[in-house]
């Protein structure tokens, strides 16, 4: 038995053959290659990155100093200006109530600002309003100067109209003495006056009495006219037709000469003053008493201080009552003389 040993062929149909070593060296080449593209890629978008967050700290780092400077001069400002209106502060409490008013809107503008400055993207707006504070900080004193200076122009107002009512004051309680005093005075005339008055009326009063024209031999008596025309006397009521009153007038050098007037009363038997006013009856007042009589007839007289004689008759067109009447003569309102007749 025989043993063959060959070594194998080769093939011509197949190109060189790769060796496995080297074909793990391309493998490794490639993903060295690609490591390091992505590192370089890697570290260039870092670099990148640090730049911008740099750039973020940055400005971030600015934004944060920024907020702080304003909030210290929000601060400074908010203190200064609230000092500001204290030293404004006075006795008078109009000024003093604006000042309360302006502090309570000045601490809710901080308060406002401050929320703005909390918020990093609001310093623009934050900036704007702390310089709004500023602005209305001016304002507020202006208005609060302003105030006082109106306040003092009122108060020496009411310093000059102070003295000028002390003035008027003065002038007032003077003439008011005066019054006073005219018044007393005025009082005394009054009462001096009154006094005179009263005395002169009582003394008028006497001389206006002793001035009265007494009468005499006053007559009444019953008359009817006959046929003829002639009046006789009849003592019948049912036959009388009028009364003629007859009597003198006597001598008093006390009235004055001139018109005299005689007011006649008859008085009829039920106590009624006969009075007919189309025949001439009327009213007037009783001196003695003061009240307001009525009169049957009045007679005028021309009066020359000497005695008289002086008659009128009362017709009243009716029948006249039994009884007896009365007949009263007044001159100047007082009660000259009196008689009576009886009608049967």
């Known amino acids: 038995m025989s043993t063959n040993s060959s070594s194998p062929s080769p093939n011509p149909q197949q190109g060189p053959v790769t060796t496995p070593n080297k074909s793990n060296q391309q493998r490794n080449t490639a993903i060295a290659a690609v490591v390091i ?3 370089l890629g890697l570290c260039t978008f870092l670099v990148v990155r640090n730049y911008q967050l740099g750039n973020t700290n940055t400005s971030l780092a600015a934004n944060f100093d920024e907020s702080e400077q304003l909030k210290a001069e929000l601060e400074k400002q908010y203190y ?48 704007k309003e702390l310089a709004g504070l500023n602005a209305k900080v001016e304002q507020y004193l202006a208005e609060i100067n302003q105030l006082r200076e109106e ?29 006073a005093s005219l018044s007393s005075e005025k009082a005394m005339l009054v009462s001096e006056k009154e006094s005179l008055e009263s005395e002169r009326a009582r003394l008028s009063k006497k001389v206006n009495i002793a001035s009265v024209i007494k009468v005499e031999e006053l007559d009444v008596n019953g008359l009817k006219s006959r046929k003829s025309g002639k009046a006789v006397k009849k003592k019948f009521a049912k036959n009388v037709e009028q009364l003629n009153i007859c009597f003198n007038t006597t001598s008093n050098v006390v ?61 009243p067109g009716q029948a006249f009552a039994k009884g007896t009447y009365d007949v009263e003569i007044y001159n100047k309102g007082y009660l000259a003389g009196s008689t009576s007749i009886t009608l049967k």
């Open 37 to 39: 593209v992505a590192l």
């Open 80 to 127: 200064e200006a609230l000092s500001e209106l204290e030293e404004m502060r006075g006795s008078n409490e109009e000024l003093n109530a604006l000042i309360e008013s302006q502090k309570v809107e000045l601490k809710a503008q901080k308060e406002k600002i401050e929320g703005l400055l909390r918020n990093k993207s609001s310093l623009d707006k934050a900036r």
């Open 151 to 179: 306040n003092e122009m009122l108060s020496s107002s009411n310093t000059q109209l102070t003295e000028r009512n002390q003035n008027l004051t003065g002038a007032l309680d003077s003439q008011l003495m005066t019054n």
């Open 255 to 315: 009235a004055e000469e001139g018109t005299e007037i005689f007011y006649v009363r008859i008085i009829n038997p039920l106590g009624e003053t006969l009075a007919i006013d189309n025949l001439g009856s009327g009213v007037f007042t009783n001196n003695a008493t003061g009240e307001d009589v009525r009169y049957t007839k009045a007679k005028e007289v021309e009066y020359d201080q000497k005695e008289g004689n002086v008659c009128l008759d009362w017709t």
